[in-house]
Every structure is written in structure tokens, then in C-alpha cells.
Nanobody, 127 residues
């Protein structure tokens, strides 16, 4: 059974930085697709933020490109999301997700594309 657990969230002022981590248990990160999504209050669907597919192609949503960096540590089965120059509109619950090998892109991926999810972690950016 795959278990994903996020850490590293918190509150920061606009322009600040945070790095989220996602530790995987029962899953080998190098094998499949990995992603970060976020969800803001009042929205029913989670928004794709960044993804690494099984060919290790990295993509980002246009809203975070140039500010966020997704990476993974295969040796420790940990996925990261480095967030810089944070804006109040980045405030959301952030989720990591994993799935079988395949191709995904951050702008077009949706929740049903991923089988395993973390419980989410809050990021709050104040102006």
C-alpha cells in the first residue's frame, strides 16, 4: 500500500520561500509519475502545480513557472517542491500524488490521473 506524507508547509510573507517534502512508503519514486497539486477554499477541484513523469520530463503550471521547482531524491524516495517568490495567491492546501508509469503534464493533469495521495499540507502567504 502506497503512503505519501507531506511536510514543510507553514506561513510566510509574500516574496518568501518554502520547500515542501513528500515522503513515500511502499512506493518507489523512480518508477512512476509524481506531482504536486493544490486546492484553495471554495474550489472543488485540485489544480496541477508541477509534475515529473516516468520519462523524467518536468512540467509546471504557468502560474508557478520560474518560481517553483519540483525534484526528487530516488535514494530516499522523497519528492520536493521548492517554492520561491511566493504570492498570496499561492495560499492553498498542497498535495503530493503518485501513479504508475506514464506521461503527465502539469497544466493538463487532473486528480483521476493519480492513484495515491498525501493528506495535504497548508501553505499560507500573507501580503
Amino acid at each position: 500500500q502506497v503512503q505519501l506524507k507531506e511536510s514543510g508547509g507553514g506561513s510566510v510573507q509574500a516574496g518568501g520561500s518554502l520547500t515542501l517534502s513528500c515522503a513515500a512508503a511502499g512506493y518507489i519514486l523512480r518508477n512512476g509519475c509524481l506531482a504536486w497539486f493544490r486546492q484553495t477554499p471554495g474550489k472543488e477541484e485540485r489544480e496541477g502545480v508541477a509534475a515529473i513523469d516516468s520519462e523524467e520530463t518536468i512540467t509546471y503550471a504557468s502560474s508557478v513557472k520560474g518560481r517553483f521547482t519540483i525534484s526528487k531524491d530516488d535514494a530516499n524516495d522523497t519528492l520536493y517542491l521548492q517554492m520561491t517568490n511566493l504570492k498570496p495567491e499561492d495560499t492553498a492546501m498542497y498535495y503530493c500524488a503518485a501513479d504508475r508509469p506514464g506521461r503527465v503534464e502539469a497544466e493538463t493533469m487532473i486528480e483521476p490521473d493519480f492513484e495515491a495521495w498525501g493528506q495535504g499540507i497548508q501553505v499560507t502567504v500573507s501580503s
